[in-house]
């Protein structure tokens, strides 16, 4: 089993910044690959950006170049920083794993990022 803990998010107007963390812990073969993904209402969640333990990145097009991942293995964090924050990226914010790039297998509890314009 692994455990996703979210910290981090809130609220923050339009054009600034907000950082997310994520801590892992059971199985490291469940968290090769940790990332975000978000839900508005009445949406679909959709990945945001995913990094493997290798550091390798996968980022959605509507936050490439302006949300950045990272993570560290020696903590099992990672930690999504987003800047030039829009409206449009109000949503719930969940931390997950996989051992592949597949899909996702575990998932944090949420946590709730409001930008207000």
């Known amino acids: 089993q692994v455990q996703l803990v979210e910290s981090g998010g809130g609220s923050v107007q339009a054009g600034g910044s907000l950082r997310l963390s994520c801590v892992a812990s059971g199985s490291i073969f469940r968290f090769i690959v940790m990332g975000w993904y978000r839900q508005a209402p009445g949406n679909q969640r959709e990945l945001v950006a995913g990094?493997?333990?290798?550091?390798?990145?996968n980022y959605g097009d509507s936050v490439k170049g302006r949300f950045t991942i990272s993570r560290d293995n020696a903590k099992n964090t990672v930690t999504l920083q987003m800047s030039s924050l829009k409206p449009e990226d109000t949503a719930v914010y969940y931390c997950?794993?996989?051992?592949?790039?597949?899909?996702?297998?575990?998932w944090g509890q949420g946590t709730q990022v409001t930008v207000s314009s």
């Open positions: 997950y794993s996989a051992n592949n790039w597949s899909r996702p297998e575990y």
């Open positions: 990094i493997s333990s290798s550091g390798r990145t």
